[in-house]
């Protein structure tokens, strides 16, 4: 079992940045693989971005792609999805999850486990 809690959301304007933080706890010596997800108002979870382990490899969604940055620090257990010029269309809950056969994949049945969601708004 790995328990992630992710923090950082909030409501920024048009062309700010946030910064949200996945923390893991448990299962934690095992290596896995991090994805980041989210899920706007009444659509289904959609893929941002992931990382290895080693956090060697990054992989992001095209929507995201230059605009967002995962980074990882593994003696903290905590993974970070850095937010820059953020759009209105950014607008969701943000999900962390964690994989351990480390696909590094962009579909959700991929994930082992999730955490609760963090909100992100940005306003126009």
């Known amino acids: 079992q790995v328990q992630l809690v992710e923090s950082g959301g909030g409501l920024v304007q048009a062309g700010g940045s946030l910064r949200l933080s996945c923390a893991a706890s448990?299962?934690?010596?095992?290596?896995?693989?991090t994805g980041w997800f989210r899920q706007a108002s009444g659509k289904e979870r959609e893929f941002v971005g992931a990382v290895s382990w080693t956090g060697g490899s990054q992989y992001y969604a095209d929507s995201v792609k230059g605009r967002f940055t995962i980074s990882k620090n593994n003696a903290k257990n905590t993974v970070y999805l850095q937010m820059n010029a953020l759009k209105p269309e950014d607008t969701a809950v943000y999900y962390c999850g964690v994989d351990f056969r480390q696909r590094l994949g962009s579909r959700a049945s991929n994930y082992d486990f999730w955490g609760q969601g963090t909100q992100v708004t940005v306003s126009s």
């Open positions: 448990g299962r934690t010596f095992d290596n896995y693989a």
